[in-house]
């Protein structure tokens, strides 16, 4: 009954007075953060993370803090989705097919309630699902040695870039300009390089201000781009009630949407999206042509909901256990981690069981308060998207700026933090996905020690790096995992990249 | 079609200048097998590589926005370097002011609101961070207070 004393641990941690505050804090701000248009998981999470950093919060907490907002978030995207049609970020695009349509058929109410309740519904399985099988994963990745690791870096870059983009050679690139900029600044062996001579290079470039600038400031120049046209609620939300008989309905639905985004949510570089498309595609083919999918069904709305929170809960479990985020969120949740000088992977869990145990109980927690929010308390959302772009973005702007000042106090880090937003505007102009970016800057130093020791050990034999069937597994997965969506394509046609 | 061209001649480019930085890597002497250079080395071919495919097979045009709005974005960009230099010297208040003020005036074009939004949040963020964040910002410069 490992688990139970675990648990008892994690509860002991999470249910201090100050940890709870946290906790529903993070869930309220991550509600707002998801639903309103422009503001998704990644970017709100990344321009708290300097924030949290200047407040000395302790490991544990500004974890509980920093994860409550990312389920949030997921919970709060799908408001923006069913009354405006605007998904609030990516992962909540695929209930705009249902949602909205349910709205306006005068359903907006029961659509809110259902969908919270799905997303309640797939967060707790995945939270529970993360529960049991984080530490067997652990135990696994104790058998990593060197070589296992280099393979499960290639692996995450691989699947990532193979499913965020439609085109394998900007995600290549992608992942190269992230690793390139890892390389700049002091390596493990103390010599300096690539630094031009410049001495703000030597500590090489803080990945915080890379995550802030390619997302945050760079959706800020799209908004200046659009002129921040967003279209107004046109569907009427009356008195909220519970539709009981609709979740009563949708309970298979929910339940195997939250096994599918379970699944998709653990893949390395999978990410929420994927577990909402999976979700709601094969809810569609189950229901056939008579499930009325695309005009209103309450399972349409229930599918991709459960389906990206299940994710998102499994998209920590690589995270936590590996160090290799699952997705664009995660990759920030893993900066959070290092920045507290945490390192994830197996050793976190017999190190520092208070700090994973902890999460898993105030993530618990958080799903209960997230329930309690977007249930009855989900008219208090609904005023927030009324906030206007002219005022919403440039405060984006000043807390970024703000957040990294109190960082370093350094000007160059805030004109860095300009020149990636400019990078990332240009990036996401030219359908090239920045997620690949984050990981290669958070991961490079990692990947290139794990090769240098790898060969360290080997004496320089490059064949050590295929000398575990575990190292060969990963290998394949990783060329799979970035060949096959070329041929996928065809039949997993994604509406847009994938940017959770 | 031009655009990735052109996107993927500059990343070639720029791979080719980071093997050449690359090379110039000085080893320490705690050498190993794989030294400083290999990786970053490794790095650039895979973008040099992965560049020529996308000059050779570029996907369709992105939608540009018009000369005019790559002028407000420039000016954006401007306005933000400014901000950046002008933190430290001038006090938080009333660059913050200024730069939110012109994000906001370029995002809906109306000068009232633009003024309100940007004081609004200068000051409302000013209070929020100072105080119920107790992050060490200066509200004005030095040489007012003192």
Redesign the interface.
Same mark, same amino acid.
């Given at each position: 009954m490992d688990i139970m004393s675990n648990l008892a641990l994690g509860f002991s941690i999470a249910l201090s007075p100050y940890t709870l505050m946290l906790a529903v804090a993070g869930c309220f701000l991550g509600t707002i953060i998801g639903a309103l248009p422009g503001l998704g998981p990644s970017n709100g999470v990344a321009i708290l993370i300097p /924030?949290t950093f200047?407040?000395g919060l302790d490991a544990t907490s500004a974890l509980v803090l920093m994860t409550s907002v990312y389920y949030g978030a997921m919970y709060g995207g799908r408001i923006s989705s069913i009354l405006l049609n605007i998904p609030g970020d990516e992962p909540a695009l695929m209930t705009t097919l249902d949602g909205y349509p349910m709205a306006k058929a005068g359903r907006a109410g029961d659509a809110l309630v259902l969908s919270g309740f799905a997303s309640f519904y797939g967060a707790l399985f995945a939270t529970i699902g993360l529960m049991f099988l984080a530490p067997l994963l652990s135990r696994v990745a104790y058998q990593f040695g060197q070589a296992e690791y280099f393979a499960l870096y290639l692996l995450a870059f691989c699947t990532l870039g193979g499913m965020a983009s439609?085109?394998q050679?900007?995600s290549?690139?992608a992942a190269?300009?992230g690793?390139?900029i890892a390389?700049i600044g002091y390596?493990s !062996?103390?010599?300096p !390089?690539?630094t031009?001579g410049n001495l703000h290079l030597f500590d090489g470039i803080d990945f915080l201000v890379a995550i802030v600038g390619l997302f945050a /400031?760079a959706e800020?120049?799209f908004? /200046?781009?659009s002129?921040?046209k967003k279209s107004s609620i046109g569907v009427k939300l009356d008195k909220v009630r519970i539709p009981w008989k609709d979740i009563y309905a949708t309970r298979w639905t929910m339940f195997r949407s939250s096994v599918v985004g379970f699944i998709a949510g653990i893949l390395p570089g999978a990410g929420a999206s994927l577990g909402s498309f999976l979700a709601y595609m094969s809810e569609k083919s189950i229901a056939g042509k008579d499930g009325g999918f695309g005009k209103g069904a309450i399972k349409g709305v229930a599918a991709p909901e459960a389906g990206n929170n299940a994710a998102a809960g499994g998209a920590l479990v690589p995270m936590l256990t590996l160090g290799v985020p699952g997705s664009g969120t995660t990759a920030v949740l893993l900066a959070l981690l290092m920045t507290l000088n945490i390192t994830p992977g197996p050793t976190l869990f017999t190190d520092r069981p208070e700090v994973v145990w902890g999460l898993i109980a105030s993530l618990l927690i958080a799903n209960f308060v997230l329930l309690l929010m977007n249930v009855p308390m989900v008219k208090i959302f609904v005023k927030v998207l009324m906030v &206007? &772009?002219? /005022?919403l973005? &440039? =405060?984006v702007?000043? *807390?970024s700026? *703000?957040g990294i +000042? %109190?960082l370093s106090?350094s +000007?160059f880090d805030?004109?860095l933090? *300009?020149g990636f =937003? #400019?990078l990332g +505007? #240009?990036l996401r102009?030219?359908?090239i996905p920045t997620v690949p970016v984050i990981l290669g800057i958070l991961l490079g130093g990692h990947?290139?020690d794990a090769? !240098?020791n790898a060969? *360290?050990i %080997?004496? =320089?034999d490059f064949m050590y790096l295929f000398s575990s069937p575990i190292a060969i597994g990963l290998w394949i997965a990783a060329i799979v995992g970035f060949v096959a969506p070329m041929f996928l394509r065809r039949f997993l046609k994604k509406p847009q990249a994938v940017t959770d | 079609m031009a655009s990735d061209r052109i996107f993927g001649l500059v990343v070639a480019v720029v791979a080719l200048a980071y093997i050449a930085g690359a090379t110039q890597i000085q080893t320490s002497f705690l050498s190993d097998p794989v030294g400083p250079k290999t990786f970053p080395i490794m790095i650039g071919t895979v973008a040099a590589l992965a560049a020529t495919f996308m000059v050779l097979k570029p996907d369709p045009e992105p939608n540009w926005p018009v000369l005019r709005t790559f002028g407000a974005l420039f000016f954006a960009v401007v306005v933000l370097v400014l901000y950046a230099f002008s933190l430290k010297p001038m006090g938080f208040i009333i660059p913050t002011a200024i730069t939110a003020a012109v994000l906001s005036y370029q995002i809906k074009p109306q000068f009232a609101k633009a003024a309100l939004s940007g004081v609004g949040l200068s000051i409302g963020l000013f209070i929020l961070f100072k105080f119920a964040l107790d992050l060490g910002l200066i509200g004005f410069p030095k040489s007012w207070t003192s």
């Open positions: /924030i200047t407040l439609n085109n050679a900007k290549a690139i190269c300009i690793l390139g390389m390596d !062996r103390g010599m !390089r690539l031009g /400031i800020v120049f908004f /200046i781009e002129h921040g &206007p &772009p002219w /005022i973005l &440039p =405060g702007t000043m *807390v700026f *703000v +000042y %109190s106090g +000007y805030l004109l933090m *300009v =937003g #400019v +505007y #240009v102009k030219l359908d990947m290139e090769l !240098r060969m *360290v %080997s004496g =320089g | -």
